[in-house]
């Protein structure tokens, strides 16, 4: 069974860095491109970033272009995503999601539960 | 403002047949495949229809997926009281290089 479970949220005041973490369980996570997806409260899903199988390509949302980092461990079955200077906006539940393939192109076929972010003095 | 757009909250009542629609432009519903999502109250999404029209394995057949030019639809038959929850197309899009959600479709069953 497919497990994907987040870890690292928290409350952090902007301008500050927070590192969110996903554990992936229940298939070969090095043979599938990863992605996070964020849901502001009451809002809906917003694509943040993705990471192909081997870390060789990543591709960012224009949000968040240049202050999130995705990045992952394979040996350590770990998909990661170091946030900088992060804004009031950026406050959101973030979703660890599996791709369907090693590419990012391919969909969201498993998600996690979520990490709860807020940005806030 | 999202890049795909959804209608906002429609409602059926049990064993009614909705269509959600899911409309966009020729560099992301015109040139690659929809997936839609269902997110129950208070859960994380999940995966219903990939590639336009594809069911993963445990999806029932009322839920139904379809593609036309840079427009896409999910049709729910049998309308039943669980399915109420909210629905999300996404697709990638050539020109902003990366995925994109509709506003997403809060469905009732009255």
């Known amino acids: 069974e497919v497990q994907l479970v987040e870890s690292g949220g928290g409350l952090v005041q902007p301008g500050r860095s927070l590192r969110l973490s996903c554990a992936a369980s229940?298939?070969?996570?090095?043979?599938?491109?990863m992605h996070w997806v964020r849901q502001a409260p009451g809002k809906g899903l917003e694509w943040v970033s993705s990471?192909?199988?081997?870390?060789?390509?990543?591709n960012y949302a224009d949000s968040v272009k240049g202050r999130f980092t995705i990045s992952r461990d394979n040996a350590k079955n770990s998909l990661y995503l170091q946030m900088n200077s992060l804004r009031a906006e950026d406050t959101a539940l973030y979703y660890c999601?599996?791709?369907?393939?090693?590419?990012?192109?391919?969909?969201?076929?498993?998600w996690g539960q979520g990490t709860l972010v807020t940005v806030s003095s | 403002q999202s890049v795909l757009a959804q209608p906002p909250s429609p409602s059926g009542t049990p064993g009614q047949r909705v269509t959600i629609s899911c409309s966009g432009s020729?560099?992301?519903?015109?040139?690659?495949?929809v997936n839609w999502y269902q997110q129950l109250p208070g859960t994380a999404p999940k995966l219903l229809i990939y590639?336009?029209?594809q069911r993963p394995s445990g999806v029932p057949d009322r839920f139904s997926g379809s593609k036309s030019g840079t427009s896409a639809s999910l049709a729910i038959s049998g309308l039943q009281s669980e399915d109420e929850a909210d629905y999300y197309c996404?697709?990638?899009?050539?020109?902003?290089?990366?995925?994109?959600f509709g506003g997403g479709t809060k469905l009732t069953v009255l």
């Open positions: 996404a697709t990638w899009d050539d020109r902003l290089n990366g995925w994109v």
């Open positions: 999601t599996k791709a369907d393939s090693s590419g990012y192109l391919s969909y969201f076929d498993y």
């Open positions: 020729s560099s992301n519903i015109g040139s690659n495949t």
């Open positions: 990471i192909n199988y081997n870390s060789g390509r990543t």
């Open positions: 229940g298939f070969t996570f090095e043979n599938y491109a």
């Open positions: 590639n336009n029209d």
